[in-house]
């Protein structure tokens, strides 16, 4: 009879614990909402009132704190786990996406240099700064929650970041650098925040879950910016404008494309809609990489699911909509252009700048020239007769080199080997999560091979990379029963 009366209150538990939990997602939709809507009106109220920045940097800083009151405020009462774990997953969130908020042109490298940014990237910074103190304050309320953990992947994470931080240092421009080295310790604060809050598959998933919505925001918010400011759709060359590159759009999209398929799997009303949003920004967008990358994940995706008639679906979906895109969109006009430039030769100039590169690498092999200091390799006199101004090295494994010299690279290499292995030894039990987080880790592998964005700088695809080295340990680690798509509906 007692044991009777044990079982009936943790289920009564459980089920007001999930209730809080559905109430506070219904919360969290609305608010995120509320910000969108905000942040619609930052261009029209700029209008009236001048400093689109300030407005913006405002607009993001409250809707971030509103939307972990309202998200934790439930939960706040029960364990500190709870509260860390739903406080990283928003974080994680915010983090990922917020670089959206702020998009602007690439500032020349030698005024970089002499610290003249746009006020766009203070305003960002600013953000860092809001995330800092909602880490700050759950710090100081769950110390517990939030030690380092010296173990498993994680350190290697851990040295990582110390690497960065100490070769700001010495890089060309040191405020540069320590303001993107202090986003990556809130990246990595953010991750041991949801790291700890991942027992089962179901917590993976929901951990997947934010950072499909941190995707989904570096994807959408630059469309609907420029439709309301009345941006113009495509750039001369033919290539959607909305992105501070078409290349990034395309990348973006691909990889919001296969977290789409792995979330919502088994879910018809929400991975179609999601799924053709964002094959359709990465078509449009034109980047060449990003959609070979996105298509061909995709497609093993299926294959590993064993599901080849869906694969063939996707494939048939993709190249109808790619048929569209090119009759009706001045796509068209810029596939033309780049076959007749010969510029196919060189990927775009790309293999010129690795050749380049590799004589400026060997000047400072072993530390390299400091965190961040691709952003100003343009300045070297090895790249005088460039036409364009090289801010990264479009070759992740050069970049790292490059910035943080062999040592860089021996960590770099650690986190893929640490991705490879514990997905190979999970794949057998959890294959459908270990087949998404292995899709996902071939996207960046194939990213990796033509652009320097995962290298250390805590943007969107480094940091997927940060998150993959942790969810592959977790599948590893994972004591309940092989995850499957009905309880992928029941989570």
């Known amino acids: ?67 972990i009151l309202v998200g934790t405020i439930r939960v706040s009462k029960l364990k500190l786990e709870v509260l860390t774990w739903k406080t990283g997953l928003i974080m994680w969130a915010f983090l990922l996406g917020s670089q959206q908020f702020f998009l602007r042109s690439v500032t ?8 003249g940014y746009d006020a766009a990237a203070y305003a960002e910074a600013g953000t860092w700064l809001a995330a800092g103190l909602v880490i700050f304050v759950i710090a100081i309320r769950s110390r517990e929650q939030l030690r380092w953990t010296w173990s498993g992947n994680f350190k290697f994470i851990v040295l990582f970041t110390v690497m960065c931080c100490l070769s700001a240092s010495y ?6 650098a320590f303001a993107w080295s202090f986003k990556l310790v809130l990246v990595v604060l953010a991750l041991n925040m949801c790291s700890r809050g991942m027992h089962t598959a179901a917590d993976i998933r929901t951990f997947l879950l934010s950072t499909f919505w941190g995707f989904a925001m570096l994807m959408v918010v630059p469309v609907i910016k420029g439709i309301v400011t009345g941006q113009k759709a495509f750039l001369p060359d033919g290539r959607l404008s909305y992105f501070d590159h078409p290349v990034h759009g395309s ?26 949003i964002s094959a359709a920004i990465m078509l449009v967008s034109g980047g060449k990489a990003g959609i070979v990358a996105g298509v061909l994940s995709a497609l093993l995706l299926f294959g590993l699911r064993g599901k080849p008639g869906q694969a063939l679906l996707m494939l048939v979906g993709v190249t109808a909509l790619g048929v569209t895109v090119l009759v009706y969109t001045p796509v068209s006009q810029y596939l033309k252009i780049y076959l007749e430039s010969g510029a196919a030769g060189t990927l775009t100039g790309r293999t ?11 000047e400072k092999p072993l530390f390299g020239h400091g965190y961040m200091s ?32 062999a040592v860089g690279l021996i960590l770099l290499l650690t986190l893929h080997y640490l991705v490879v ?26 990213q990796s091979a033509v652009e320097g964005s ?15 080295v942790t969810v592959s340990e977790k599948l590893v680690n994972l004591t309940s029963p092989p995850f499957t798509p009905r309880r992928l509906l029941q989570s």
């Open 1 to 67: 009879m007692g044991s009777t009366v044990t079982l009936r209150n943790l289920r009564n538990s459980i089920q007001a614990q999930a209730g809080w939990a559905n109430l506070n997602g219904r919360a969290i939709a609305v608010v995120g909402l509320l910000a969108l809507l905000a942040f619609v009106a930052v261009p029209v109220a700029t209008n009236w009132l001048g400093d689109g920045d300030l407005l913006m940097f405002a607009a993001v800083s409250l809707s971030l704190l509103l939307t």
């Open 108 to 115: 020349p490298a030698d005024e970089a240099l002499n610290y």
């Open 171 to 176: 890089s060309p421009s040191r405020l540069l």
């Open 251 to 276: 990348q973006l999209a691909g990889v919001a494309l296969l977290l789409a398929l792995i979330v919502f799997a088994g879910r018809a009303r929400s991975v179609l809609p999601w799924a053709g």
């Open 352 to 362: 010129d700048l690795w050749d380049a590169s590799v004589p400026m690498i060997l």
């Open 374 to 405: 691709s952003r100003f390799m343009s300045l070297s006199d090895r790249l005088e007769s460039f036409n364009w101004q090289p801010t990264q090295a479009h070759n992740s494994f050069l970049e790292i080199t490059y910035t943080n010299g």
């Open 421 to 446: 292995r514990h997905l190979w030894a999970a794949f057998r039990q959890h294959r459908l999560l270990a087949a998404g987080a292995l899709v996902l880790y071939v996207d960046l592998l194939l």
């Open 454 to 468: 995962v290298a250390g700088k805590p943007s969107d695809s480094f940091m997927l990379l940060l998150a993959l």
